[in-house]
Nanobody, 127 residues
């Protein structure tokens, strides 16, 4: 059974905003590290934003200050608010759940090895 389903992708002009949503079934987000990842054609999948079970967040340098990850545990819903979008943000975006969280020097550093993935939602940013 598919456990994570993304929505909210689409086409937007540079400088615009989108909000991605990831809905879960079969389990709750409260005990997991949750992350948003993206993959563009010809590039490797990269982590974009992560949130641990207590609400700590971590962002890729390329999106820090523009994207915000959040979650609503009661609704089993994960969000990615994307502002000031750039053409280089164009990619397929995936949400994922991880039983573990990574910490470096006491600082949350993301979800290291997600085991559950959604099918993805396409984000296209035009110049």
């Amino acid at each position: 059974q598919v456990q994570l389903v993304e929505s909210g992708g689409g086409s937007v002009q540079a400088g615009g905003s989108l909000r991605l949503t990831c809905a879960a079934s079969g389990y709750t987000y409260s005990g997991y590290c949750m992350g948003w990842f993206r993959q563009a054609p010809g590039k490797a999948r990269e982590g974009v934003a992560h949130i641990d079970s207590t609400g700590r967040t971590s962002y890729a340098d390329s999106v820090k200050g523009r994207f915000t990850i959040s979650k609503d545990n009661a609704k089993n819903t994960l969000y990615l608010h994307m502002n000031s979008l750039k053409p280089e943000d164009t990619a397929m975006y995936y949400c994922a759940a991880d039983l573990s969280s990574r910490y470096l020097g006491g600082v949350f550093a993301g979800c290291p090895s997600p085991g559950n993935w959604g099918q993805g939602t396409q984000v296209t940013v035009s110049s």
